[in-house]
């Protein structure tokens, strides 16, 4: 972790520091992002109950460093419908409270993808300014072309209307998230991608195997020295979905004429992916 944010009390001080600093008042949700689990010294985690006693009127989230996921307090729960009755989906991670089936805090992957689509966010005229910051990133290094590796539909809109405006001064290249194919198609068709309009081309779909290293959910076929998130034992990470799934997934990819763009991360994720090609 960065800064003095490296154990629990300093991830606490952090988000009081930010709390303070915004002026927030209760009901308002506080932001953090970094947190590693795999080095918190003494193998002490950050869960709900830490959060809860710190800011109990305030929903809290804190993105795991991986981006996969995310520790919530009780109040950011409620705010997106966690209970001890939400399951554990394929392809996803809740930790339970030892002893009970409460949510302890972290969230990942498969259950953590909704999560992460209805965080907040800036209005739609703000993203569109903001586009300008996060472009000079690329064009400051002499980097002329961008990609959007994981676009989920809002943010295609988001893209084709800054393009359409001429906001785009280097070229980017989407691949909307697996996730959003029924609905991307509702609106376009394949013969939409592979073109470029005003510097934006949709380049295909994203389909994503496996979770990460660093949260120990991506998918290996040799087992985590230190077991899975929830301290499971023999654990080898998870995959998104069968490969069954994989197999038809990729193959109505490829029936569409269309590419597609992987995260696959362990070597068990990387056979799914390969048997999926085969496949299709």
Do not use: C
């Not at 460093?65 to 997106?80: D, E, I, P, T, W």
């Not at 800054?162 to 996730?179: D, K, W």
């Amino acid at each position: 972790p960065a800064g003095n944010a490296n154990d629990v009390a300093g991830i606490i001080t952090a988000l009081q520091d930010l709390k303070t600093r915004l002026n927030a008042g209760d009901g308002e949700m506080l932001m953090g992002y970094g947190y590693d689990d795999s080095v918190m010294p003494g193998g002490r985690l950050l869960n709900r109950d830490d959060l809860d006693k710190a800011f109990p009127d305030n929903p809290v989230i804190v993105v795991h460093v991986s981006m996969h996921g995310a520790v919530l307090n009780s109040r950011a729960m409620k705010k997106f419908g966690i209970s001890a009755d939400t399951k554990t989906v394929e392809g996803g991670i809740v930790v339970r409270k030892p002893g009970t089936n409460e949510p302890y805090g972290l969230i990942m992957e498969m259950n953590y993808l909704p999560i992460f689509a209805a965080l907040p966010k800036p209005g739609v005229e703000q993203q569109l300014k903001d586009l300008k910051e996060g472009q000079m990133i690329y064009a400051a290094s002499g980097v002329t072309t961008a990609q959007e590796g994981a676009t989920h539909l809002p943010e295609v809109e988001l893209l084709e209307r800054g393009a359409s405006e001429g906001r785009l001064f280097i070229v980017v290249i989407s691949y909307p998230l697996f996730t959003e194919m029924d609905s991307l198609f509702k609106t376009r068709t394949p013969a939409d991608f592979g073109k470029y309009r005003h510097g934006l081309k949709l380049g295909g779909i994203k389909i994503t195997v496996d979770g990460s290293p660093q949260g120990r959910t991506a998918l290996f076929t040799t087992p985590y020295l230190e077991g899975g998130p929830s301290g499971e034992k023999d654990w080898y990470g998870n995959a998104s979905f069968s490969q069954d799934v994989a197999n038809q997934l990729l193959k109505r990819i490829y029936d569409l004429g269309l590419q597609s763009s992987f995260h696959a991360n362990g070597d068990g994720a990387i056979d799914m992916l390969l048997k999926a090609h085969e496949f299709a």
